[in-house]
Nanobody, 124 residues
């Protein structure tokens, strides 16, 4: 069973940037679509973006469009989420998830594998 490990979270000031990573323990990640979700305190888990097995971004949440970029490095078996122009409302625990495809990427039930999350805090 593939295990996804998130890293790169931390504290950043509003307007700053951060890149978080999701590294799979097995190369099965090559055959998985990988999505990023986030969950802020007291809120439901929200789909942020998804990258297909071909490395194409399936979409972005409206709240992050134009600011976040999802990408994957097959050689490193890693998926990244580059977050720019960060806002306090981006504060959340960010999770990566693996599934068969990005067809219904905003539905967290579509994914088989989940990481434990990395915390991102945007505050001055």
């Amino acid at each position: 069973q593939s295990q996804h490990v998130e890293s790169g979270g931390g504290l950043v000031q509003p307007g700053g940037s951060l890149r978080i990573s999701c590294a799979a323990s097995e190369f099965t990640s090559k055959r998985l679509a990988i999505a990023w979700f986030r969950q802020a305190p007291g809120k439901e888990r929200e789909g942020v973006s998804c990258t297909s097995t071909f490395g194409l971004a399936a979409g972005y949440a409206d709240s992050v469009k134009g600011r976040f970029i999802i990408s994957r490095d097959y050689a490193k078996r890693t998926v990244y989420l580059q977050m720019n122009s960060l806002r306090p409302e981006d504060t959340a625990v960010y999770y990566c998830a693996g599934g068969d495809n990005c067809h219904n990427w905003t539905n967290w039930n579509s994914y088989i594998y989940w990481g434990q999350g990395t915390r991102v805090t945007v505050s001055s």
